[in-house]
């Protein structure tokens, strides 16, 4: 038998018991699949990601360490708060510095910036070597048209809402930075806070947009005028039923695609300081108790979203261990 090191992490924040959590199993070498499922199963996180010494009989190029994500009942290829946890607890079991490390995850290998934070580490006593952040560059930017009229009224339907609420310059459509969501945009935060969707129908949705995820969001435009680094310009909520998280408190793969989203159809400048980038946080969660806020960047050709960063903190809620 061997023994693992199992995590309970919160990733985008730095309060315990808040943002999202994850499951890191900090090192995974000999778990078998099916154990790596019941693991996950057990957890009972939307994620959990398994830390492995990189493949080397893997396709893909050289690497510094190969993650795997569960959820509950299946293996997915990528994951926001999970990475970010998973490379938290990295960076802290060896002691790391600032650098970037490279990660091969199901879509491929994909940079991580661990950026040592000792303003924080001050702060929190039991880590003398410091603290961290997390920044992970997402997959391929996809943005599907615009969804049908139909599809359109059976979203807000299920959401309960009307085309009156609905933030007009804001389409809906599936957008992907690895993992696809659905992109809905309402004008009122109290409207958001206050939704009790039918998760039946939407998961039924699910499959005719192809996505299992939708991101229903409120921009708050005074925020986005402002243009100063600690400016929220966006609250979040979503709900992933078909795959059994009816709502994920603080979701990257919602975040990341919503940069990407807004860039796309200039609902925010992407010209920051001479640069084709435009950068800014987004927070979610907030009906949820687990309010977490995500960093978002996003860097742009001829005014289209090319690569999409996301990030934030994290703190250990507990650290276990198991004998398998």
Request: hydrophobic content about 40%; aromatic content about 6%; overall charge negative.
């Amino acid at each position: 038998m061997n023994t693992y090191r199992i995590y309970q992490v919160d990733a985008f924040t730095r309060t315990k018991f808040e943002g999202n959590p994850a499951g890191v199993v900090a090192n995974a070498d000999g778990l078998s699949d099916k154990q790596m499922q019941s693991i996950a199963r057990e957890l009972n996180n939307s994620e959990t990601a398994f830390i492995l010494s990189p493949d080397e009989n893997s396709d893909f190029e050289e690497h510094d360490i190969w993650v795997r994500f569960f959820s509950p009942t299946t293996e997915v290829p990528i994951c926001g708060h999970a990475t970010v946890s998973a490379h938290y607890v990295y960076a802290m079991e060896n002691n790391l510095p600032s650098c970037v490390l490279k990660q091969k995850v199901a879509i491929g290998i994909l940079p991580v910036e661990i950026i040592q934070n000792y303003s924080v580490a001050e702060s929190h006593d039991n880590y003398s070597h410091g603290d961290y952040s997390i920044m992970m560059t997402q997959g391929k930017v996809e943005i599907s048209p615009t969804v049908s009229q139909k599809i359109n009224d059976d979203i807000l339907l299920a959401l309960g809402i009307s085309e009156a609420d609905r933030d007009q310059r804001c389409p809906i459509q599936v957008s992907s930075t690895g993992h696809s969501k659905v992109m809905i945009g309402i004008n009122s935060e109290d409207t958001l806070h206050a939704l009790t969707p039918n998760m039946s129908a939407l998961a039924s949705i699910s499959e005719s947009v192809n996505s299992n995820g939708f991101f229903v969001f409120a921009l708050n435009d005074a925020a986005m005028n402002d243009k100063t680094d600690d400016s929220i310009i966006s609250h979040g909520r979503m709900f992933a039923p078909a795959i059994g998280i009816n709502e994920d408190p603080v979701t990257g793969n919602a975040n990341g695609p919503l940069g990407a989203y807004l860039v796309k159809h200039k609902i925010l400048e992407v010209d920051q300081n001479g640069k084709d980038q435009v950068s800014f946080r987004a927070i979610q969660g907030e009906a949820m108790g687990r309010p977490g806020i995500v960093n978002v960047i996003v860097d742009s050709e001829n005014g289209l979203p090319v690569t999409v960063r996301i990030g934030g903190d994290a703190v250990i809620a507990f650290k276990t261990e198991i004998s398998v």
